[in-house]
Every structure is written in structure tokens, then in C-alpha cells.
């Protein structure tokens, strides 16, 4: 047998071990992940919310608006994951417990509100469960919250405010002027002004007074906010604004603090009126690719839906319109190619994601991971009573 020279041997044990070190030469055990480094973390998150805009309504929508599949900037972002979004209790949830697992890590009952499963809708409060807002806001960023909704409805509320039940209006608004860490919430944007000005007075609570109280400007929309905004409150009772001038007014206004800031930007996408739900959903994904495009290096930005909807495309093709017009006084279509039923679903939803973190959003992951996610991308660990 004859002998390998040494440079031969030594340049044979090089080229092993690159391969061991290579994708074809690793063992099928996933690899550890590196931490990510300091210039990786988001100074910025923002968390756009599809309420009810799974991906049946995100189809729908570019079909409907597109005239092709895939055509959403939603549908194009770099980072993908498909998300479950049951609740404690439930397979199918509500907003209420599917937004506490997405804002706080853990899952809840239906109708609950950032309150731990022992929670008893509308009976017994749970433990408070701590909020990825209130974690910033607990490290000084500034935070927002923006919604077609009621500002005190599931979503919103569900950053802020901790209470056995979602229809508990009066205590969930007051909650804004007794924040769970730091100052609280310094944009409220959104809708309800009626039902919340309503649920104070029954409750007996001077509202002006408590939130001026706390410093806030009160607006007479979301769209009065301005770049130079420091906290404010604007809600209106009109379920459709100017969504695209209010969420750059807003990021302008919280951009101001060096040390970053959260925002969640909730969109109603409930498709129970087809044409309603996926005119918004165009809306939403228009601000969405805007916001994105303007996002500087350090911005996390992420799309994500709370819960599905029982919206199907059964028919039509390319070229014939997806919802077309139906005569007055005739009966509907008897095969209509879009069908819906007036309910929640609960199928996986999608997450999309572009930025410092973002590539944490891949797979099948749980509603409560994309909490940690967010926390992950600014570098912060959970406290440790929670863990």
C-alpha cells in the first residue's frame, strides 16, 4: 500500500470536513440557529392585522381585484408561514382569544381578553396575561394601535386591556387611562365612538376627563393625526377611512422616539358582504406593500391574520368577474362562483413577513410563536414569572 504524501493527506482532512460541514454531508437533525446579531434586531414592529383574512379571502381578493391568483404584495413577501389559530377551548376561535395569542404567547378562551385560560367568559377573571405593547411600552418605544373596528373591540383591545370578557366596553376604554406598563397606548385610531361614549356614560365614567387625564389629545377622527401627534385618541363611527395617510401619519408620529415603537394596524376583512370584505382586503394590502416599501432596515414588518372565514371560490375563470351584478328582482345564481357562509373557520391562516426577524416566519407554526417571534426581533426575552 502505498503512502499519501502529508500536503495530500492534510488537503484530503480539509475537504471532509467542509463536507461534514456542508448542507449534502450534515445528519438529518436540524442545525442549531445562530443568535441573531445586535444589527438584526427591529427597532420597529409593526403587526398588520387581516381580521378574518385567511387565505380563501386573500385568494378571493386577488382574483377579484387582479383578475389572476397570487397577485397581493401580501402573497409576495419574502417570509412565509402557515399559522394555527384555535383557542383554549375552541378549534375555531374569536378575535378575542386569537389576538391574545398572537400579542402574549398564550393561549386563551374565546371572548376573553389577555387573560389566562382559567378565565370564565363573563364570570372569573384569569391571570393577566402580559402584552408584547406593554413589553414596549415597559422599555420606553411608543405604541399605537389603528382599527376599523371599535378601539375597544377584540383586536385592539386585546394589546391593552385585560378583562374576562370582550363586551365589557366601559372597563376595557378605562383600562387605556390605568395602562398594565409604562404610559400606555400613545395612538388609539379606530372606530366605536357611539358605542364607547355610550358604555361610559352607563357606567358612569367622565371618559374625556380620565383620558385627558392621561395626557391624550381627543381627535374627531383617526384621520386628524399628524406627524407631530405625541399621543392622541381618534375614533369616529365611520367603518371606512383614509387607512393609507393614517398609518403613515401614525408611523411618522411614533418614529420620533430613538428608542423605537409597536403598532398593530387591524383591517376588518370579514367577507359575510363579499364585495365589502375584499374591497378592504385590496385597501389593506395596498398600505401594507406602502408601509413595506418605506420600512427602513431596522422595521419588522408582518401580516397576519387572527382567524379565517368561510369564504370559497367554486367557479369563473380568468376574464369573468368574480362577484358579477345581479339584476334587481332576480333570483341569485344558482352555482355562483364565489360562496360564502356567515362564519369563522379554522383552517391555518398565513403570516408574511420582510425584515430584522422575519426569517423566524417560516413553516406551520402556533398563533402563540408569532409573539415570541416579535419579541425575538427586538432582542427581548419574556419575564420570567411567564416563561
Known amino acids: 500500500m502505498r503512502r499519501l504524501p502529508l500536503v495530500a493527506v492534510l488537503c484530503l482532512s480539509s475537504l471532509l470536513a467542509a463536507h461534514a460541514q456542508s448542507p449534502a454531508g450534515r445528519t438529518p437533525t436540524a442545525a442549531p440557529q445562530a443568535a441573531p446579531a445586535a444589527a438584526e434586531r427591529a427597532r420597529n414592529v409593526i403587526l398588520f392585522i387581516g381580521d378574518a383574512g385567511g387565505l380563501p379571502t386573500l385568494n378571493a381578493a386577488s382574483l377579484y381585484g387582479y383578475d389572476r391568483p397570487q397577485a397581493l404584495f401580501i402573497q409576495k413577501m419574502p417570509y412565509t408561514a402557515l399559522m394555527d389559530t384555535s383557542a383554549a377551548n375552541n378549534w375555531v376561535t374569536d378575535s378575542a382569544a386569537g389576538m391574545t395569542a398572537i400579542v402574549t404567547g398564550r393561549k386563551t378562551n374565546s371572548g376573553v381578553l389577555s387573560q389566562s385560560a382559567d378565565a370564565v367568559r363573563g364570570q372569573t377573571d384569569g ?3 402580559k402584552t408584547i405593547l406593554e413589553y414596549a411600552e415597559q422599555r420606553g418605544l411608543s405604541t399605537g394601535v389603528i382599527t376599523n373596528d371599535s378601539v375597544a ?6 394589546c391593552y386591556a385585560h378583562t374576562n370578557s370582550r363586551n365589557n366596553t366601559a372597563a376595557i376604554i378605562a383600562q387605556l387611562a390605568k395602562p398594565g406598563a409604562g ?4 395612538l388609539v385610531l379606530g372606530g366605536g365612538r357611539s358605542e364607547i361614549r355610550k358604555a361610559a356614560d352607563e357606567a358612569g365614567l367622565d371618559l374625556d376627563g380620565l383620558l ?19 399621543r392622541a385618541i381618534g375614533v369616529t363611527d365611520a367603518a371606512d377611512y383614509d387607512l393609507s395617510s393614517v398609518v403613515a401619519n401614525a408611523i411618522a408620529a411614533l418614529s420620533r422616539n430613538s428608542k423605537g415603537y409597536f403598532l398593530m394596524v387591524e383591517w376588518d376583512l370579514h367577507t359575510d358582504e363579499p364585495k365589502v370584505g375584499l374591497d378592504r382586503t385590496l385597501v389593506l394590502d395596498r398600505v401594507v406593500r ?8 431596522r422595521t419588522l414588518v408582518i401580516f397576519a391574520a387572527d382567524h ?3 369564504i370559497r371560490v367554486r367557479g369563473g375563470g380568468r376574464g369573468r368577474p368574480l362577484l358579477p ?25 398565513v403570516v408574511t413577513a420582510q425584515g430584522p426577524g422575519a426569517r423566524r416566519v417560516r413553516g406551520f407554526i402556533a398563533n402563540t410563536d408569532l409573539f415570541r417571534i416579535m419579541m425575538a426581533a427586538y432582542g427581548w426575552k419574556e419575564d420570567a414569572a411567564v416563561r
Not at 183 to 186: A, H, R
Not at 212 to 230: N, W
Not at 326 to 345: I, M, S, Y
Open 183 to 186: 404610559d400606555g397606548v400613545d
Open 325 to 349: 351584478s345581479q339584476p334587481d328582482g332576480q333570483p341569485p345564481a344558482a352555482n355562483p362562483p364565489l360562496r360564502v357562509d356567515d362564519g369563522h373557520t379554522g383552517e391555518e391562516v
Open 127 to 129: 391571570a393577566p396575561l
Open 212 to 230: 385627558r387625564g392621561k395626557g391624550y389629545a381627543l381627535l374627531d377622527s383617526p384621520e386628524a393625526v399628524r406627524p407631530g401627534t405625541a
Open 153 to 158: 373591540g377584540a383586536t385592539p383591545a386585546a
Open 290 to 297: 406602502e408601509t413595506a416599501e418605506k420600512a427602513g432596515p
Open 308 to 310: 379565517s372565514f368561510d
